[in-house]
C-alpha cells in the first residue's frame, strides 16, 4: 500500500470509531520538533514494536510518554521514566494517562537529558561497539 492509501484507512477507522472529530492527522514532516512541541503526553499504544523509534523522539524533546508494556518498549525509558499499562487494560491505560498528566516539568526534563545521553544515534552506536568489542575480546 502507499502512504496516501495507508492515511486514508486510519482516517476511515477514525470516521468508523466515531474518533475522527478527536483526532489530528498532522501528516508526514521531516523535522518534527514542532509536533513534540505541541503535544503534551505522548501515547505508544502498540501490540508489537521492533523497536520504539518515536518513543526516542519523544522522549529527546522531554515529551512524558504512556506506553503498552510490551518488552520492547520497557527496555527503552527506566520505569521511573515512562508510564506503562498492560496492553489489554483500558482503566490501566486512563490511569496512566492521568498520572502522565500530573507529573512536573523537572520530569520532563529528566526525560530529556537521560534520552540525550543515552539514546541518540551516537550513544547507541558507542554502546554497539562496545558489546561487539567485548564479544570479540
Avoid: W
Avoid at 500500500?1 to 492527522?25: E, G, H, N, P, W
Avoid at 501490540?47 to 519523544?58: R, T
Avoid at 515529551?63 to 521514566?81: A, E, M, W
Avoid at 529528566?110 to 545521553?117: G, K, T, W
Amino acid at each position: 500500500r502507499s502512504r496516501r492509501q495507508r492515511q486514508m484507512c486510519i482516517r476511515d477507522r477514525a470516521k468508523t470509531l466515531q474518533v475522527y472529530d478527536r483526532c489530528l492527522f498532522a501528516g508526514f514532516h521531516e523535522d518534527n520538533s514542532a509536533f513534540f512541541k505541541s503535544i503534551d503526553i505522548f501515547l505508544l499504544t502498540s501490540y508489537s514494536e521492533a523497536f520504539p523509534l518515536a518513543l526516542v523522539e519523544a522522549s529527546l524533546h522531554g515529551v512524558k510518554s504512556v506506553c503498552s508494556d510490551l518488552p520492547t518498549i520497557q527496555g527503552v525509558l527506566p520505569n521511573h521514566l515512562v508510564h506503562l499499562y498492560n496492553l489489554h487494560d483500558i482503566s490501566m491505560l486512563v490511569q496512566a494517562i492521568q498520572l502522565a498528566q500530573n507529573t512536573s516539568e523537572a520530569h520532563n526534563e529528566a526525560i530529556r537529558i537521560y534520552a540525550q545521553r543515552e539514546l541518540t544515534a551516537v550513544s547507541m552506536a558507542d554502546k554497539y561497539a562496545k558489546l561487539y568489542k567485548q564479544l570479540h575480546a
